[in-house]
């Protein structure tokens, strides 16, 4: 079994996510971006249904700048974007690794190259006042930042006789707040009982018992 095997090419992960999903919907949307740093943070959140409220799946994907390949440094923005809906739709669909066969490709060829060393400086000859300050390593910083990037997957609307049943909550501002799921059919005669939620202490909704 060859290193890239397990892992999913982006086109065949979209087929697989309209083939499970026709009606699902993706959304994006940056959280942090530096142009002057070269790096961005991107969200993305997975519908299963173009109507659904709460996301089932919302993951994230971090672009550095320097750390691609010269030729796709002006599309690093783009790549981020993508890598953050391939993550999301893997997560909500599972079944492949949940980076895709082209990033791993890309680190494979980094890999391949191997760089050269250093020169290290003559502290005998070597000034105090010349000396540089030693930068923090990259691969550290960048460790940090996958220890707090992470998909959640979150809980699948429930379902009624009708299908899925729809999220709706009150508006900010009013008198008391209310939240549940509700039935699709808009004659209150067929519609089934919602399934009422409470809004906990640590600002979540949860099932009213």
Request: glycine share 8%.
């Given at each position: 079994?060859?290193?890239?095997?397990?892992?999913?090419?982006?086109?065949?992960?979209?087929?697989?996510?309209?083939?499970?999903?026709?009606?699902?919907?993706?959304?994006?949307?940056?959280?942090?971006?530096?142009?002057?740093?070269?790096?961005?943070?991107?969200?993305?959140?997975?519908?299963?249904?173009?109507?659904?409220?709460?996301?089932?799946?919302?993951?994230?994907?971090?672009?550095?700048?320097?750390?691609?390949?010269?030729?796709?440094?002006?599309?690093?923005?783009?790549?981020?974007?993508?890598?953050?809906?391939?993550?999301?739709?893997?997560?909500?669909?599972?079944?492949?690794?949940?980076?895709?066969?082209?990033?791993?490709?890309?680190?494979?060829?980094?890999?391949?190259?191997?760089?050269?060393?250093?020169?290290?400086?003559?502290?005998?000859?070597?000034?105090?006042?010349?000396?540089?300050?030693?930068?923090?390593?990259?691969?550290?910083?960048?460790?940090?930042?996958?220890?707090?990037?992470?998909?959640?997957?979150?809980?699948?609307?429930?379902?009624?006789?009708?299908?899925?049943?729809?999220?709706?909550?009150?508006?900010?501002?009013?008198?008391?707040?209310?939240?549940?799921?509700?039935c699709t059919q808009r004659?209150?005669?067929?519609?089934?009982?919602?399934?009422?939620?409470?809004?906990?202490?640590?600002?979540?909704?949860?099932?009213?018992?």
């Amino acid at each position: 079994m060859g290193f890239l095997d397990n892992y999913e090419a982006s086109r065949e992960r979209l087929e697989r996510w309209i083939k499970t999903y026709p009606t699902g919907r993706i959304e994006t949307r940056i959280v942090e971006f530096s142009a002057e740093k070269g790096y961005v943070l991107v969200e993305a959140k997975a519908f299963r249904n173009h109507d659904d409220v709460l996301a089932a799946g919302v993951d994230y994907a971090y672009g550095y700048q320097a750390a691609y390949q010269p030729n796709m440094r002006r599309w690093f923005v783009e790549d981020s974007v993508t890598s953050a809906i391939m993550r999301v739709q893997q997560l909500v669909m599972g079944g492949a690794e949940r980076t895709t066969k082209e990033v791993m490709e890309q680190v494979e060829r980094a890999a391949a190259v191997k760089p050269q060393p250093e020169a290290q400086p003559d502290y005998w000859s070597t000034k105090f006042e010349d000396e540089k300050p030693v930068a923090t390593p990259l691969a550290s910083s960048l460790g940090e930042i996958a220890k707090q990037l992470g998909g959640e997957l979150v809980a699948e609307a429930p379902m009624c006789v009708h299908g899925h049943m729809v999220w709706k909550q009150s508006h900010d501002g009013a008198p008391k707040s209310w939240g549940g799921y509700f039935c699709t059919q808009r004659s209150k005669a067929t519609q089934c009982p919602p399934r009422w939620h409470v809004l906990a202490s640590d600002g979540k909704w949860k099932p009213q018992l």
